[in-house]
């Protein structure tokens, strides 16, 4: 389905940067992509999205630094140690909101 989207995204964005139909077709267009990511269920699907990406980059974070990051020059391991400690007191430690 992510691929679908993907591709059904990339197709629209290349009609309306390659179409010749003008001002008028574009508008048309923007309202449609308007009302689709207004829809409930694509919202639902892109958050769930967001979040299995942020619990792989949480599990792939913790992976890497429990590997390199203590063999990494000083100042890169202490940037690593204080994130590591960061996430111990916060949920989210990616900048974002689960809203």
Known sequence: MRYRLTFITGLAIGY??????????????????????????????????ALGGREVATK???????????????PVAERIRSLREQRGAQDDDWGTSNT
């Open 16 to 49: 309306v940067l390659g179409t010749k139909a003008g001002r008028e077709r574009y508008e048309q267009l923007r309202k449609s992509a308007r009302r689709i990511a207004q829809n409930p269920a694509v919202r639902n699907t892109a958050e769930s999205a």
């Open 60 to 74: 792939a974070f913790d992976k890497v630094s429990a590997k390199v990051g203590d063999r990494m020059p000083g």
